[in-house]
């Protein structure tokens, strides 16, 4: 089972247990995380050990230790999302209030990013989002995917770096290889 050994803490690394509520801080800042009833955390030295009581499915023990190992891991280094902006006249700006988008609709985008994330423009085809709480950064990303997404034929949208696009063949090229009604 994923959570029976215990958590070894970064240096700099601190946790609080109160009840069923860790305290984690890190030299990027500070969580806490609400553990599952049944499920108790206990500090031994550089570590945090997880106990589960026997009528706590392993799936929600499992959950329990994931989130506590992803505070751990964002207050000490953080997490990272990239995004890149794929289309003739898609452009990203940072704004005092946020991000606008340039993508192809009549109109400007504007995103409110939240607090909690910061977000870099490098260039105007690329953002990079990072913080301390994995959720709110992955969720943010998605967010500002959902926007304008990839689409199969040409490609075009809003995709993480490194993301793989499936493409489709377009109706012109089935077309030519036979495949219209006869």
């Known amino acids: 089972?994923?959570?029976?050994?215990?958590?070894?803490?970064?240096?700099?690394?601190?946790?609080?247990?109160?009840?069923?509520?860790?305290?984690?801080?890190?030299?990027?800042?500070?969580?806490?995380?609400n553990l599952p009833s049944g499920v108790t955390a206990q500090v031994v030295e550089r570590s945090v050990a997880l106990k589960k009581s026997p009528a706590v499915p392993a799936a929600v023990f499992g959950l329990a230790f994931a989130l506590v190992r992803n505070a751990v891991e964002g207050v000490s280094r953080g997490f990272v999302?990239?995004?890149?902006?794929?289309?003739?006249?898609?452009?990203?700006?940072?704004?005092?209030a946020g991000l606008r988008f340039?993508?192809?609709?009549?109109?400007?985008?504007?995103?409110?990013?939240?607090?909690?994330v910061a977000v870099e423009v490098p260039e105007n085809t690329k953002i990079r989002l990072s913080g301390v709480n994995k959720e709110l950064v992955a969720q943010t990303a998605a967010e500002i995917r959902k926007l304008r997404p990839p689409e199969p034929y040409k490609g075009k949208g809003i995709r993480y770096v490194q993301e793989v696009v499936r493409r489709k063949q377009g109706k012109a090229v089935k077309a030519a290889a036979g495949g219209g009604a006869v």
């Open 102 to 116: 340039s993508l192809g609709f009549s109109h400007p985008v504007e995103y409110q990013v939240p607090e909690g």
């Open 1 to 33: 089972m994923v959570g029976k050994k215990p958590l070894t803490l970064p240096e700099g690394v601190s946790v609080e247990v109160a009840a069923s509520t860790i305290r984690v801080t890190g030299p990027l800042g500070s969580l806490s995380v």
């Open 81 to 96: 999302k990239e995004l890149e902006l794929v289309g003739v006249g898609y452009r990203v700006e940072k704004t005092p």
